[in-house]
């Protein structure tokens, strides 16, 4: 092979890496956004007012209120009631870092650990009845 030869293919496989990285990179980084608006909805008990009562009483049982207030607004810990999510504000990922099995997160694994499936999901739906963010990024 030819050293021109050679150099242009070269070249058309540096541009080629380029832009599937190009690629790959953009969707990393806008893929959040994607996946919040095409979140699959996890949670049955979401709108359903008795499990949100249920859930701000299972919130207080486990004393979720110490972080995040009594309400939700924050003080250790974040406030659950604005649109600020570290990690995503999905069905899956909410259930993820009650559970504690999000990687670096703050949240005491030991309490996920104690509570049922279905109290975890009536915690959720509690969250959400408690929101007053941006509705445009509601995604449940």
């Known amino acids: 092979m030819s050293a021109e030869r050679a150099r242009s293919l070269r070249t058309w496989s540096v541009a080629a890496l380029g832009l599937v990285?190009?690629?790959?990179?953009?969707?990393?980084?806008?893929?959040?956004?994607?996946?919040?608006?095409s979140a699959k909805k996890l949670n049955k008990f979401t709108g359903n007012a008795d499990a949100i009562k249920e859930g701000r009483a299972i919130f207080l049982k486990y004393g979720c209120s110490g972080c995040h207030g009594v309400?939700?607004?924050?003080?250790m810990g974040p406030p659950l009631s604005d649109d600020v999510w570290?990690?995503?504000?999905?069905?899956?990922?909410?259930?993820?870092?009650?559970?504690?099995?999000?990687?670096?997160?703050?949240?005491?694994?030991?309490?996920?650990?104690?509570?049922?499936?279905?109290?975890?999901?009536?915690v959720i739906a509690y969250v959400r009845s408690i929101y007053v963010g941006d509705k445009s990024k509601i995604n449940w």
Do not use: H, R
């Open 71 to 75: 309400g939700g607004g924050g003080g």
């Open 86 to 122: 570290k990690f995503g504000s999905s069905d899956e990922i909410l259930y993820k870092l009650i559970k504690g099995q999000i990687p670096n997160q703050t949240m005491p694994k030991v309490l996920g650990e104690q509570m049922t499936d279905d109290e975890i999901w009536k």
């Open 21 to 37: 990285l190009g690629l790959a990179f953009g969707m990393v980084f806008t893929a959040p956004g994607l996946a919040q608006e």
